[in-house]
C-alpha cells in the first residue's frame, strides 16, 4: 500500500511523554506528535531516534475536517538502516490490501472480507471473512509487530496486553462452532525480523494462552512487510516459534 496521506515529513525524535504522546523536532521547533502504538518501542523511539510523521495539516489528501489535537503522528522509525513502521493500525490494511490480491492462502476460500466486526458488547476483531456459497465464516484478529531482537527473531507483545489473551482465548471457543474458523495474524512490520515468537518476559501470560490456542483448531501465521517512506506491504510468510 502506498501512503495515501501525502508524503512523509523526516524529524527527530525528544521524547515520549505518555503511551499516546512524544515530542518531535521538526524543523527546528518541537511539536507534540501522536504515537500511533502503545507498545514500549524503547529501541525505536529514543531521544535522537530519526522518524517519519504523517502530517495531518500540511497535505491536501490529509482529513482536515475533523479537529485533530496533533498535526503530526509518528508513523515509521528509523532503525539500523531500515524504516520500520509502528503504526499498529496499518497492520491489518496489509492483511486486507494482500487477501484483495490473493495472497492470503488460508484465506482464498472466502469471498466477503468485512473490518471491524464485533462479537459482543466487549469485543471487537479485525475481520470476519465469509463464504457466500458455503455458509462458512472466519474471525480474523490481526497483530502488529515491530520489535525484533539482535538473532532476527520478532516479539509481540511489546508491553503487557490482556486485550490480546482475551482475543485468542474468545477464537478459541469461536473456533469449536460448525462451519468457523479462527486465525491470528502476526504482521511483522520490521523487515529485520525473520519470524515471531511470544515475548514471555514482557507478558506470560499471552505465551501461555498463544500456545494453548496452537493446540486447538485456531491458526496462528505470519507475514512480514516490507517498509519504505512511499509505503508498505506483506512480502512474504515467516514461522510462527513456539
Known amino acids: 500500500m502506498k501512503w495515501s496521506d501525502g508524503p512523509l515529513v523526516i524529524g527527530t525524535f525528544v521524547e515520549r511523554l505518555h503511551r499516546f504522546g512524544a515530542t518531535v523536532q521538526v524543523d527546528g521547533k518541537n511539536e507534540y506528535c501522536h504515537v500511533t502504538n502503545s507498545g514500549r518501542l524503547s529501541e525505536l523511539l529514543y531521544p535522537g531516534a ?9 497535505h491536501p489528501l490529509s482529513n482536515t475536517k475533523t479537529p485533530r489535537k496533533t498535526r503530526y503522528a509518528v508513523r515509521l522509525a528509523y532503525y539500523k538502516k531500515k524504516w520500520v513502521c509502528i503504526e499498529a493500525n496499518i497492520a491489518p490494511k496489509l492483511l486486507k490490501e494482500a ?11 472466502y469471498d466477503q472480507l468485512q473490518a471491524e466486526v464485533p462479537l459482543n458488547t466487549h469485543t471487537r476483531f479485525d475481520f470476519q471473512a465469509r463464504n457466500t456459497k458455503t455458509g462458512e465464516k472466519a474471525w480474523i484478529e490481526v497483530k502488529c509487530v515491530t520489535l525484533v531482537d539482535e538473532k532476527g527473531v520478532g516479539h509481540f507483545p511489546d508491553a503487557p496486553s490482556e486485550r490480546a489473551s482475551k482475543h485468542l482465548r474468545e477464537l478459541m471457543v469461536l473456533s469449536r462452532k460448525p462451519k468457523t474458523k479462527c486465525f491470528v495474524f502476526f504482521v511483522l512490520q520490521n523487515p529485520l525480523g525473520q519470524g515471531v515468537t511470544p515475548k514471555d518476559d514482557t507478558d506470560p501470560l499471552f505465551g501461555k494462552t498463544l500456545r494453548q490456542t496452537v493446540k486447538t483448531k485456531v491458526q496462528v501465521e505470519a507475514f512480514r512487510a516490507d517498509v519504505d517512506l512511499k509505503g508498505s506491504e506483506l512480502k512474504q510468510a515467516i514461522p510462527v516459534w513456539l
Do not use: I, N, T
Request: hydrophobic share 35%; charged share 40%.
Open 99 to 109: 487477501w484483495d490480491r490473493g495472497k492470503v492462502k488460508s484465506l482464498k476460500d
Open 50 to 58: 530519526k522518524v517519519a510523521l504523517v502530517d495531518h495539516q500540511g
